[in-house]
């Protein structure tokens, strides 16, 4: 392919890869990110391939891998264009039907569809499913339409036509004002408005300047940013040379963790394929700008999320935030201006130059525009990536895309904003997702994570978990946040095993207080929050375990006993088969009992007891009754007495 | 010469552009405490117990004086309830790994810090990278260095280049708050020196070599 050297020639070009493209031509699409690799998309993709060839549809049928569709529980997911029908959870043995069925004699497969569970009916098209019905799928959405590999795909959908705008039609100027406009903020963390952090660059003294993609998603259960540089990295690119073109920036770095193979992949080769054709490098489309990107593969950092800290990551050292009160859009990378972005954020320039600043805000509240992109994980019915407009409740977005809890079971918390963030609880489900709604709730939007916690969640061993997971990932360097966490951890820990002090929660307090007052980067100043917000709405879990030494959640091992009653008790031997401690005495006809100082506390016998029965029992805070005497325990049944 | 009028704990002082607030106090003889500070080196900004409170523009907000420039009218307070309770808490949480450590006894008296508040940490290091850095900045060696990150995080020589560079200098020894340093120095030469580490089977003979 030779280079294209003006917006004709780029307009030219879209036109005849469209003119190529029949819209009515069959055309599977086939989830294949890192996720839909787990559940196998792979193998599917491989028969597919295969049934194709072997049933003499090769070149009638287009099939397309693409990135991540976002409904992971139900992957890998598949759907057949023009019609839109969606199947889910396809397995390699499903392929030849599908084939056969529904590609040659367009005939639905009832048992592939989605299965409304509240109507009980059987759904057909991917966007009526209720888990995409309520999304504003915009940064998103064309995920499921593009095979990230070709960027023919993206040119298809209209991609670099913002980049060619902005070019050729806009000065940097209205570019610039055109993102101020649209109230952009940073979507990696802080909320910081990407317009004004572009114009501090632009504004800075220097010939040098950089522009660099944070993608360094690190958050427990956060998978948003991988999903779009696996699925969409052209847009990624797209929006990093607009704020290249608006700073003057002709270098760009994309910070992408090592853990992320398929999406170094996937930006490496939408690199080279926009390279080839004008799109980067030197004189890009014929207008004079000159703009090259690398990609730097992080060493598995949270910290390195830290803008400073990535940043001397960057520059090849030890991965520590830096001390200075100076702004990195001013003296960042190498002690020059660089612009630092996350991948969402600059996925959303080029929508936003395309549809307009006003379209953009007309999206979202008062002071949060647009949509953003969630992790739905943890304790909830369709666990998957979700876009939505902001302003959005929790409630909607948990239970009418989420499908509410599973099992039976009741809703307790949502842990928003990553470790840094805070658990949000019941009576505030009706909040609207906004950047400063979260944050005076006590959590924050971070990058996007949303964990769903049911009953059965302990609240104290949350606070527990997150700080565990930051004393790890501190890079150590300053005291509040090493030392501090250090000791939190450890009394977080001794509350958990039941070994509180009446004065912990206030010494947990101050360990707060200095942390998040004196630490030197935003790691160490929000690490308290799990800890902070989980006290705010659930005191009473932490002074149960300290005073009464119970865990309401019936979660916290230390804290809990097994118990059988021996009034339900039917001695059916199955809890008694499969404790893997031999900790229950019993036998045929003999009531079971546990062994308290054998008992691992490992809940086999409570999962497997009949529920009919119901007589494996988890008790906490009280004494475990004493078992029944050995006279005692042989069950007369009644029809056998006769 | 542009001097820069601001006010430390009520006094006027004069101080140049690019100076940082510990620089223009310590010049006007105001006492910061610094634990991470050296004035060869590069301000660090880790121990945080050079905090103080500053006051610009009507806002009030917590800086350390080792990193923060002056400003022109700036209002410092290097004492406040804040930054007494903020200093109290570091030292508790240092004197965990070194309660003997005669700079942190001084401080602890200074502050009302408990050292017992915390169990005892296994470490006497406190991580002020003093030795770290003075032997990458100053002496350009790197032949000690910070190894691991978070809680784990810990000084370690390295052998290949202390074996060379440490036995003549030790310029690093006197910087060290705590004794971690001649510890972990101590241990390196005993693994080095061992005749399983060593290919003449002899550390003598080795070191005589240097």
């Known amino acids: 392919m030779s280079r294209i050297n003006s917006l004709a020639e780029l307009e030219e070009f879209r036109k005849g890869i469209l003119s190529k493209r029949d819209p009515n031509k069959p055309c599977i699409t086939l989830c294949s990110g890192s996720a839909c690799h787990a559940s196998g998309s792979e193998e599917v993709a491989a028969i597919i391939e295969e049934e194709l060839e072997k049933q003499g549809l090769s070149s009638s049928v287009d099939f397309r891998k693409t990135g991540c569709h976002g409904f992971c529980e139900r992957g890998p997911i598949i759907v057949i264009h023009p019609e839109e029908i969606c199947y889910l959870q396809i397995e390699p043995k499903d392929v030849p039907e599908i084939i056969s069925q529904t590609i040659k004699e367009k005939k639905v497969i009832e048992r592939l569809l989605y299965t409304d569970p509240g109507a009980n009916e059987k759904i057909i098209h991917e966007s009526e499913i209720p888990f995409y019905k309520y999304q504003e799928r915009l940064v998103f959405g064309s995920n499921g339409n593009i095979d990230p590999k070709r960027i023919d795909d993206y040119l298809a959908i209209g991609g670099y036509s913002a980049l060619a705008k902005v070019l050729f039609r806009m000065t940097s100027e209205e570019v610039l004002s055109e993102v101020k406009k649209s109230n952009l903020r940073g979507r990696g963390g802080g909320g910081f408005p990407a317009g004004s952090k572009w114009e501090g660059s632009r504004n800075a003294l220097g010939e040098i300047k950089y522009v660099i993609v944070n993608a360094d998603e690190g958050d427990p259960g956060a998978y948003m940013d991988r999903a779009l540089l696996e699925g969409n990295p052209h847009s990624v690119l797209e929006g990093l040379t607009i704020g290249a073109y608006v700073i003057g920036s002709h270098e760009g770095y994309i910070y992408v963790r090592q853990e992320y193979p398929l999406a170094v992949e996937n930006v490496n080769i939408a690199i080279k394929q926009a390279q080839e054709y004008g799109l980067l490098g030197k004189n890009i489309l014929g207008s004079g700008f000159d703009f090259t990107v690398k990609v730097h593969q992080g060493a598995g950092a949270f910290v390195c999320g830290e803008s400073t800290a990535l940043m001397t990551a960057l520059e090849g050292r030890a991965g520590e935030p830096r001390p200075k009160y100076v702004r990195s859009n001013v003296v960042g990378l190498w002690g020059r201006p660089s612009v630092l972005n996350n991948v969402e954020t600059w996925a959303n320039v080029p929508l936003i130059i395309n549809n307009g600043a006003d379209w953009f805000a007309q999206l979202g509240t008062e002071n949060s525009k647009g949509t953003k992109i969630f992790s739905l994980v943890g304790k909830i019915t369709n666990t ?148 902070l917000s989980t006290l705010r709405y659930f005191r009473d879990e932490y002074e149960a375990h300290i005073k009464e030494k119970r865990c309401p959640a019936l979660s916290c091992k230390e804290l809990i006993a097994y118990h059988i009653d021996p009034k339900k008790c039917q001695a059916c031997m199955i809890c008694l088969k499969k404790c893997p401690a031999e900790a229950i005495a019993g036998g045929k006809n003999r009531i079971h009992v546990i062994d308290q100082e054998k008992c691992t506390k490992c809940g086999t016998c409570f999962e497997v007891c009949p529920p009919r029965f119901g007589a494996v029992q988890k008790i906490s805070g009280e004494p475990v009754p004493a078992p029944i005497p050995e006279e005692a325990r042989t069950i007369i049944r009644e029809s056998k007495q006769k | 010469m542009n001097e820069i009028l601001l006010q430390i704990d009520g006094k006027e002082v004069g101080a140049r552009e690019g100076m940082t607030l510990l620089m223009a106090a310590r010049s006007a003889g105001i006492l910061i405490p610094t634990l991470c500070h050296h004035e060869k080196l590069e301000p660090y900004g880790g ?62 008296k200074e502050y009302g810090a408990d050292k017992d508040r915390f169990e005892k940490e296994a470490s006497f290091c406190i991580h002020c990278g003093l030795c770290v850095r003075y032997c990458a900045e100053v002496k350009k060696k790197n032949a000690v260095g910070f190894i ?47 005749p399983l580490s060593n290919k003449n089977g002899c550390g003598d003979t080795y070191r005589g070599q240097q």
């Open chain 1, 384 to 531: 998957g990536l979700v876009e939505v407009p902001m302003g959005m409740t929790l409630r909607d977005i948990i239970y009418k895309i989420g499908g509410g809890i599973p099992g039976g079971k009741r809703f307790k918390a949502v842990q928003t904003g990553g470790p840094s963030g805070g658990c949000i609880p019941e009576e505030l489900l009706d909040l609207e997702v906004g950047f400063d709604e979260l944050t005076k709730a006590g959590s924050m939007m971070g990058s996007g994570g949303m964990i769903v916690m049911d009953e059965d969640t302990c609240m104290v061993d949350v606070a527990r978990y997150f700080l565990d997971f930051l004393t790890d990932e501190s890079c150590g360097k300053c005291v509040p946040c090493r030392e501090g966490m250090r000791q939190m951890l450890k009394i977080l820990t001794n509350i958990t095993h039941g070994k509180g002090k009446e004065d912990d929660i206030e010494l947990l307090e101050e360990l707060s207080e200095t942390a998040g007052d004196a630490s030197l980067c935003a790691l160490g100043r929000t690490a308290p929050n799990p800890f």
């Open chain 2, 148 to 194: 691991d990150r978070g809680i784990r995080k810990e000084i370690s020589f390295i052998p290949e280049i202390a074996s060379k560079e440490c036995w003549n200098c030790k310029e690093c020894f006197p910087l060290c708050p705590t004794e971690a340093l001649q510890a972990a120095f101590v241990l390196t030469r005993a693994l080095y020196t061992s």
């Open chain 2, 47 to 108: 121990c945080r117990i050079c905090m103080v409170e500053v006051e610009s523009r009507g806002s009030t907000k917590l800086v350390v004086a080792c990193v923060y420039q002056v400003e022109k009218n700036l209002v410092v307070r290097t004492r406040s309830e804040k930054v007494d309770r903020i200093r109290k808490m570091i030292l508790e949480l240092l004197l965990a790994h070194a309660p003997d450590a005669p700079e942190l006894q001084d401080l602890a």
